[in-house]
């Protein structure tokens, strides 16, 4: 049962790595606990890095068939348009973040996987131990089974039993905003633009989705136990105006915001990416698109490891430094646009601020920065 790598974790992060280390020439075993595939769609923007890095793997196109290219973000209040941000003045090949819900990226990602290798993913495989010595790794099944590798990376979440288990710490805090969100029938005019009201009562954020359907996130001052779709569209109503069927809807739930980061994102022949690795607020869309920028880095240093054996602590070392240096810089815009949804009496000034940064001289900028460049 020997492999190149064993990868705990088949979300978007665990798969996508397990198809760079497939095309670069490694056995994958891919161990993950989930028996059958998810059916939620926590994520849903894909921003234009994250498209390049896809296309090294062959599923860009792919997902764009099953997506919305939203070109363009429009903030508005009561009264109307505050400014637009557009993201076809960001640098190609991608100018515009795709809306993909995250149970399609899977599959597409699965698929793509089972084409490289049919054999690398195991499902049904809950690891509950993990080792590494100077000849190599182990993943230990809860039912006993013994998997071996030269490598193994943590790609099973922000509860990550492989980060646990190899003693990493994990340390962060929680926010006190609290959001619920839902899919709907679209019945806007929005069209493929996303639209974010800055509304006296607080944030709502829309965006589209395929198949006629559209997202609605709402922040709220506390949590709601169990959010309804009458109760999401009866918010949305209240604060926007817009009318949402909550017959239509195909999802709701309610989410709160972490900021969490591992002290070491590689320990001994152990990596840690995606989730395991770091919890940035979903508010931004970041924490899909980081892992999948951290799993591009990780198929790099474990190919080259494998190459230049003595070169491995080095490299490991250093993506570790770069993975969380990157993680703590999303984890601050995340904060700042969070920050801009919040309600506050400086609220008159945050208006001032959107305005300027949705400016024609600031808004590529922020463009750029929305969606995730340099990171
Ligand atoms: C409401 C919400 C909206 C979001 N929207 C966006 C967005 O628009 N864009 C974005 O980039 N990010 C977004 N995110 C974040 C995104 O969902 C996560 O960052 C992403 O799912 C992390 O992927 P992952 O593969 O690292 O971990 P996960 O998706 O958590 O996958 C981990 C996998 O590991 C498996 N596993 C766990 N433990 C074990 C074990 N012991 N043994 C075997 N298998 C195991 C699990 O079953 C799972 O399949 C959002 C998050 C939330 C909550």
Redesign the pocket.
């Known amino acids: 049962m020997r492999t190149d790598v064993i990868v705990?974790?088949?979300?978007?992060?665990?798969l996508d790595l397990a198809c760079r280390l497939s095309l670069g020439g490694m056995s994958v075993r891919v161990?993950?606990?989930?028996t059958e595939p998810?059916a939620h769609s926590?994520?849903?923007?894909?921003?234009p890095p994250a498209l390049e890095a896809l296309d090294e793997i062959g599923v860009t196109d792919r997902l764009i068939e099953h997506g919305v290219p939203v070109r363009e973000g429009i903030a508005m209040r009561q009264d109307g348009p505050v400014g637009r941000l557009r993201f076809d003045a960001c640098p190609g090949p991608y100018r515009f973040v795709l809306a993909v819900p995250?149970w399609r990226t899977e599959r597409v990602l699965e698929d793509r996987l089972r084409e490289l290798d049919a054999d690398a993913l195991m499902s049904g495989?809950?690891?509950?131990g993990v080792h590494s010595d100077r000849d190599g790794t182990t993943a230990v099944a809860d039912d006993g089974r013994r998997f071996t590798a030269d490598w193994l990376v943590g790609?099973?979440?922000?509860?990550?039993?492989v980060r646990q288990r190899a003693g990493i710490e994990f340390s962060g805090r929680s926010y006190p905003d609290r959001?619920v969100?839902g899919d709907f029938a679209d019945q806007t005019e929005f069209g493929p633009v996303a639209v974010i009201f800055l509304v006296k009562d607080g944030l709502v954020e829309s965006f589209p989705l395929p198949e006629g359907r559209r997202r609605w996130v709402i922040r709220l001052d506390r949590p709601v136990d169990d959010p309804d779709a009458d109760s999401v569209a009866d918010l949305v109503r209240m604060r926007t105006g817009l009318e949402v069927d909550a017959r239509t809807s195909t999802m709701v739930?309610g989410?709160g915001v972490e900021r969490y980061l591992a002290g070491v994102m590689a320990r001994g022949r152990i990596l840690l990416?995606?989730?395991?690795g770091h919890?940035v607020s979903?508010i931004g869309?970041?924490?899909?698109?980081?892992?999948w920028l951290d799993g591009r880095r990780a198929a790099e240093v474990i190919v080259r490891a494998s190459r230049d054996r003595a070169a491995w602590p080095g490299l490991f070392r250093d993506y570790s430094v770069g993975r969380r240096r990157a993680a703590a810089r999303a984890a601050r815009r995340a904060e700042f646009n969070m920050a801009l949804g919040r309600p506050s009496r400086t609220r008159p000034l945050k208006l001032v601020a959107a305005r300027l940064m949705l400016s024609r001289f600031l808004s590529p900028h922020f463009a750029r920065r929305f969606t995730m460049r340099g990171l």
Not at 31 to 34: A, F, K, N, P
Not at 273 to 276: E, P, T, Y
């Open positions: 705990v974790g088949a979300g978007p992060v665990g161990l993950e606990q989930r998810t926590r994520s849903i923007g894909i921003h995250q495989v809950v690891v509950s790609c099973d979440g922000k509860k990550s039993t959001y969100m739930s989410f990416a995606g989730d395991s919890v979903p869309g970041q924490g899909m698109n980081l892992g």
